[in-house]
């Protein structure tokens, strides 16, 4: 075998592992998360990255949002079950560290939470929060700051209760964390 | 069956630390969830679950990464389940009955005022798991010890049946904060080797947090000397008040009765 020829070989497989690992990250990142449906993984920023390791097996890395959070399994199982049906070993590696920070949700994941009806988190997420400062959270239907926090916990472990003065209507917000 | 005792090996410290404060964790968590569908409006029905959820989380990866260093094929399963009320090593606080609203918010507020420091210090330990899972707790921590204490303050500063409820609250948790600080040879090998910080080291930072929100609420401690010199003891060697075997043998029904039961 010539050199030249090894070359090539490592250069194909080196193309075409770029494209499988492409091609993983898309089918990945389309799994929807359980409890917000609209928003995918990759919206939410839970999808790390893909690995293909030398034995050919694609590996997801997901950071849980909570540690606690019941959607984590679902999520894991939905991922490993798209990437087995387009025909790829899977493995899924939960990663915790770096813990996830709801500064990782998209710009397109804040902008879908918004038309789902919950409001997106602050940009910025709390190092050393203040006691008793509250957010300034805007409603996400008619967009009025004045909103009343109901209840610090919600449906899920990532949301808080709100509702609007304006408008009257109750509404989820997505926790900064 | 198998003791408490204090070891001397290092691997033997981190595995018993770990395990005592998954076992703060999946206790108390347990306690709280006993106000499911009972909690004093709907805003708390969510509320006490979900910080019981985030400490049951907590605990797994605790659990989970204390069987792997003691590397006997106990998974976190059999370490939450399948373990005696005496090889238990949560802080007698935890397993306290609830009492009223105002007991269980002051008892949660010092425990998450506690593990919030605690895990902040704990995010530069010397093992990779144990920093990245502490980093992780201490937002939810956070979180926890805000929620706590806006009720403390509200009850404190609110009617005089509530002042009352909450200063019988504060009379009955006193004597069990000691134990919060406590420190033996395992939480020394365990200070000494950067794995976790010693639970005495957290006592100014949480005494400081404390006397903010008591000023708020219109509460006062007892000094820091008589918290550190007097108060129960024996929860970390495994000795548990009357109510532990209640709670046991609730928490443990189902594997008691189906061992190694899955989902």
């Keep these: 075998m010539s050199t030249h020829t090894i070359k090539k070989n490592a250069c194909v497989v080196s193309m075409a592992e770029t494209q499988h690992r492409q091609r993983a990250w898309e089918i990945a990142a389309a799994v929807p998360d359980p409890e917000i449906p609209s928003l995918t993984i990759e919206d939410l920023g839970i999808l790390r990255r893909i690995e293909i390791t030398s034995n050919g097996v694609v590996v997801a890395h997901i950071s849980p949002t909570y540690s606690a959070c019941p959607a984590v399994m679902a999520i894991e199982e939905a991922v490993e079950q798209a990437l087995t049906a387009a025909g790829y070993r899977t493995e899924i590696k939960r990663v915790i560290s770096p813990a996830w920070t709801t500064d990782w949700i998209t710009d397109m994941g804040r902008k879908k939470l918004k038309d789902y009806g919950i409001a997106p988190p602050d940009k910025a997420s709390p190092s050393a929060r203040a006691l008793f400062s509250d957010p300034v959270v805007a409603c996400p239907r008619c967009d009025s700051t004045r909103t009343e926090k109901v209840s610090e916990f919600g449906s899920t472990a990532c949301k808080a209760h709100y509702k609007c003065e304006a408008c009257n209507e109750p509404f989820d917000y997505f926790k900064c964390l | 069956m198998q003791s408490a005792a204090l070891p001397t090996a290092e691997s033997d410290a981190r595995f018993i630390q770990l395990v005592r404060l998954a076992d703060d964790h999946l206790i108390l968590g347990h306690r709280l969830s006993e106000w499911c569908g009972h909690a004093p409006m709907l805003e708390e029905d969510l509320a006490m679950p979900n910080i019981a959820l985030d400490l049951l989380g907590q605990a797994r990866a605790l659990y989970s990464h204390a069987g792997i260093i003691e590397n006997k094929d106990r998974d976190e399963d059999a370490l939450a389940y399948r373990r005696l009320e005496r090889e238990y090593t949560n802080l007698l606080m935890c397993e306290r009955p609830n009492g009223d609203f105002a007991h269980t918010m002051l008892r949660q507020l010092f425990f998450s005022v506690f593990m919030k420091h605690y895990w902040l210090s704990g ?66 090998t365990n200070g000494d080797v950067g794995f976790l910080p010693e639970p005495s080291t957290m006592q100014t930072r949480w005494r400081a947090d404390i006397d903010t929100i008591f000023d708020l609420a219109k509460l006062c401690l007892p000094s820091v000397e008589n918290l550190l010199t007097q108060g129960k003891s024996g929860g970390r060697q495994g000795l548990h008040s009357e109510s532990m075997g209640f709670l046991l043998a609730e928490l443990q029904f189902l594997q008691r009765t189906y061992p190694n039961m899955q989902w």
Excluded: M, N
């Design chain 2, 123 to 188: 995010e530069s330990s010397s093992d990779p798991v144990v920093a990245a899972l502490a980093s992780k707790a201490q937002k939810e921590s956070d979180y926890h010890v805000r929620h706590c204490a806006q009720w403390v303050i509200r009850l404190g500063d609110g009617t005089d049946e509530s002042a009352a409820r909450l200063a019988k609250a504060l009379q009955a948790l006193t004597p069990y904060l000691h134990e919060l600080f406590e420190s033996d040879s395992v939480t020394q």
